[in-house]
C-alpha cells in the first residue's frame, strides 16, 4: 500500500499556509516566528486553532480563528501545482497495479478542490482526513489506525511524506517512510535524511 501525504508532497500548497499564517497574525498585531511555525505546520485546524489561540492568548474562539483562516484561504487550492513528476509516478505506479491512499492533514474541502483541479480522484482508492480521525500525523497510533482503514498492516505500507513528524511518526509505527523535499522545510533535510528510508528531492527520481 503506497500512502500519500497531499500538502509540500503531491501539491505545492504550503506556501498558502505560510501567508495565510502571516496575514491572520499581521491583522492580530502578532509577528510570526518559528515558534508558531512548529506549533501549527502540518497539524489539523482544530489543533493548529488550539495552539494559537494559548500562543498569543487571544480572545477569539478557535471557532472564529478557523473560520477567518478559511476565508483567507478560499480559493487557494483551485490553482495549488503539482510538484515536480508527481503524474507520472503515480501513472506509473497505477498501471503496475499498486494501491494507493491519500492520509492527509489537509482540510476535506480543499483537498477534494486539489483532487478534482488535477483531475486526481480516481488515482487513489481512499483518502483518510486526520481532521475526521481528531488527530496530528505525529503519533505512531494514528498511522496504525490509517494502515488498519485500509485493512493493511503497517509493515505493508510506504508512506510518502514532507513532515519530519510524520515521517517519525510513521517509522515508529513500522512503515517504510520516504521523505520529500519541499522548499518550506529545507532545513529539516538532514533529519529527514537519518529518519526516513530514502529522500528524494522529486518523484523523477523514482521513475
Not at 17 to 29: C, I, N, P, S, Y
Not at 177 to 185: E, K, Q
Request: glycine share 6%.
Amino acid at each position: 500500500m503506497l500512502l500519500f501525504d497531499l500538502d509540500g508532497t503531491l501539491i505545492d500548497s504550503n506556501g498558502v499556509w505560510l501567508e495565510v499564517d502571516k496575514t491572520f497574525l499581521a491583522r492580530h498585531g502578532f509577528a510570526y516566528s518559528q515558534a508558531y511555525h512548529d506549533g501549527v505546520a502540518h497539524s489539523i485546524l482544530q489543533n493548529a486553532a488550539v495552539f494559537t489561540k494559548a500562543h498569543f492568548q487571544m480572545e477569539e474562539s478557535c471557532e472564529e480563528i478557523i473560520a477567518e483562516w478559511m476565508a483567507l484561504a478560499e480559493n487557494a487550492y483551485d490553482a495549488v501545482p503539482l510538484k515536480p513528476r508527481v503524474r507520472e509516478y503515480l501513472d506509473r505506479c497505477r498501471s503496475q497495479g499498486r494501491r494507493m491512499a491519500l492520509f492527509t492533514a489537509c482540510v476535506p474541502l480543499h483537498c477534494r478542490t486539489a483532487l478534482r483541479s488535477h483531475g486526481l480522484e480516481d488515482y487513489f482508492e481512499r483518502v483518510i482526513y486526520a481532521q475526521e480521525l481528531g488527530e496530528d500525523k505525529r503519533s505512531p497510533v494514528v498511522f496504525r489506525r490509517a494502515a488498519a482503514l485500509l485493512g493493511a498492516k503497517p509493515r505493508d505500507c510506504v508512506l510518502f511524506d514532507d513532515s519530519l513528524a510524520a515521517c517519525k511518526g510513521a517509522k515508529a509505527a513500522g512503515m517504510t517512510v520516504v521523505g520529500v523535499r519541499d522548499d518550506f522545510h529545507t532545513g529539516t533535510e538532514a533529519d529527514m535524511r537519518e529518519v526516513c528510508d530514502q529522500y528524494i528531492r522529486d518523484f523523477g527520481e523514482l521513475l
